[in-house]
Nanobody
């Protein structure tokens, strides 16, 4: 069983910063892509940023230059540094990971429980 646990959400004023963290635990043989998605009320869940095991990153256009994704392969963690936050960044942020859990379980796509980020104007 693989679990992803997020932390670091909260309430911040526009222009402020937050750092989200996500730790994967359980039966993990390897993790390929890790990423952050967000879902605002009444909207679909969308990709914010992703990072491969080799460190290649991808960002949504709306967060380029403001958000930075990073990971620690040894600790199975991924982080999202969010700067210059805007009210439109308000959403529940979800951690995602593609995990190889061994020969018996195989590869799976896992989600965290979500953490609320609220940016006030």
């Amino acid at each position: 069983q693989v679990q992803l646990v997020e932390s670091g959400g909260g309430l911040v004023q526009a222009g402020g910063s937050l750092r989200l963290s996500c730790a994967a635990s359980g039966t993990i043989a390897g993790i390929s892509n890790m990423g952050w998605y967000r879902q605002a009320p009444g909207k679909q869940r969308t990709l914010v940023a992703s990072i491969t095991s080799g460190g290649s990153t991808n960002y949504a256009d709306s967060v380029k230059g403001r958000f930075t994704i990073s990971r620690d392969n040894a600790k199975n963690t991924v982080h999202l540094q969010m700067n210059s936050l805007k009210p439109e960044d308000t959403a529940v942020y979800y951690c995602n990971a593609e995990v190889w859990a061994g020969i018996l379980t195989g590869k799976g796509n896992y989600w965290g429980q979500g953490t609320q980020v609220t940016v006030s104007s």
